[in-house]
């Protein structure tokens, strides 16, 4: 089901979440230079361009994409920051 144009015009939490875990599994990597971590970092940036081009170009000329990048790159830090202050859930 597509979404209404206007409805991209928000990065979701959901965005967020996703592309940090991606973050995390290339700037965490015990190898930088592994396949797993290479992919993870293609697939954040690629991530990062679509949610500029659905979200950010079409309605927000001043925003350039290197202020939205870092702007997305901090909100996934910080989201990753609260993560690790959590208290380890119970196993179930």
């Known amino acids: 089901m597509s979404e209404s144009p206007a409805a991209r015009r ?3 939490p959901a965005d967020i979440i996703d592309l940090a875990e991606l973050l995390d599994r290339f700037v965490s990597a015990d190898d930088p230079e592994s396949a797993t971590a290479k992919a993870a970092e293609r697939d954040y940036e690629a991530g990062v361009a ?3 081009e659905a979200c950010v170009k079409p ?3 001043g925003v350039t994409f290197n202020q939205f990048r870092g702007h997305v790159r901090w909100r996934c830090r ?3 920051a609260l993560q690790a202050r959590k208290p380890p859930s119970p196993p179930s």
């Open 78 to 80: 910080e989201y990753l």
């Open 50 to 52: 679509r949610l500029f």
């Open 10 to 12: 928000l990065v979701t």
């Open 59 to 61: 309605y927000y000329s």
